[in-house]
């Protein structure tokens, strides 16, 4: 369903999204350090890196969630200060975080208009449109081709695939410009994750929407991404398209326990190294 081939992304994309020199730190631990990105229009760009490279901190600090220490966010050329996740949400960046933000003991279609509940007015009254609700939220989710058993069912009951699909499936329905996923695929199986990705490549084939993915199986990145951008430490140490590189190059610099400005400064020095030969 997701291995089919789409064309690259335009080259006069234009960039929706961009961080120049962007640093963090949270007391004595530096989270991010002089980090600069690009993000254009319909582009799918990966995020990859160890446990503590700066994943979270980085998209949370896109979405409007930390306030940087230094640098600069620019959204469509124009420099913005996000003061929170509204600001952010204002301009049409739609985070999933990791920890997804449903509310279990909800129904399906509350979570789905969580925060821009349908309302109609009845006898003076201003009540909630459940039942409008539950028919936009049951033909959205057919739509997308997410099976759940009933739109009445409260997420608790749902398994984390389905509450994974229904977390993208409410940030695509709000119309973002900027989609960031936080590990969608973390403790999903091979069909859910399939379902997931799926989902994603939907998007980048209509080239509308900028999405932001973390993830960590190399396989998928090439996948779905037009580009990779790998942190270590803090620093994005490979920027690449997904066409000018390989999962052999991912390896390589996750081996070496080095990013690759260390590996082509050795090499400068002392000539082409292994990474065997960078660990000892
Ligand atoms: N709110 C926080 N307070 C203190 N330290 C944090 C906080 N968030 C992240 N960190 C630290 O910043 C570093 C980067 O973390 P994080 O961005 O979560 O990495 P990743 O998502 O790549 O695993 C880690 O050392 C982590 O412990
Ligand atoms: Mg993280």
Redesign the pocket.
């Known amino acids: 369903m997701t291995s089919d081939i789409l064309p690259p992304l335009p080259v006069d994309a234009p960039v929706i999204l961009e961080m120049q020199h962007i640093s963090?730190s949270?007391?004595p631990?530096?989270?991010?350090v002089d980090v600069s990105l690009k993000l254009r229009k319909g582009e799918v760009l990966a995020?990859v890196?160890?446990?503590?490279?700066?994943?979270?901190?980085?998209?949370?600090t896109m979405s409007g969630f930390?306030a940087p220490d230094g640098g600069k966010m620019f959204f469509n050329g124009k420099e913005t200060h996000f003061a929170s996740p509204r600001d952010a949400r204002a301009l049409g960046i739609e985070t999933v975080y990791?920890d997804l933000a449903l509310i279990g003991d909800l129904s399906v279609y509350h979570n789905m208009f969580l925060g821009r509940e349908q309302r109609r007015r009845f006898l003076g009254f201003n009540l909630l449109d459940n039942e409008r609700m539950r028919e936009l939220s049951r033909s959205y989710l057919d739509t997308l081709g997410i099976a759940i058993p009933s739109v009445n069912s409260t997420v608790d009951m749902l398994s984390g695939g389905q509450r994974q699909c229904i977390a993208v499936a409410r940030s695509i329905y709000s119309s973002p410009t900027v989609l960031i996923l936080?590990?969608p695929l973390a403790a999903l199986g091979v069909r859910e994750s399939a379902h997931v990705l799926g989902l994603i490549q939907n998007l980048r084939r209509q080239r509308e929407v900028s999405v932001v993915l973390?993830v960590h199986n190399y396989n998928q990145i090439f996948e779905v991404c037009d580009r990779i951008n790998f942190?270590h430490s803090?620093e994005i140490v490979l920027d690449a398209a997904t066409s000018e590189t390989s999962e052999e190059e991912l390896i390589r610099i996750v081996k070496s326990g080095l990013g690759k400005r260390a590996i082509l400064a050795a090499e400068q020095e002392i000539g082409p190294i292994s990474p065997i030969e960078l660990r000892n």
Request: net charge neutral.
């Open positions: 963090k949270f007391g631990v530096t989270a991010l995020l890196g160890d446990n503590g490279a700066g994943k979270s901190t980085l998209i949370k930390h990791q936080d590990e973390i942190l803090g």
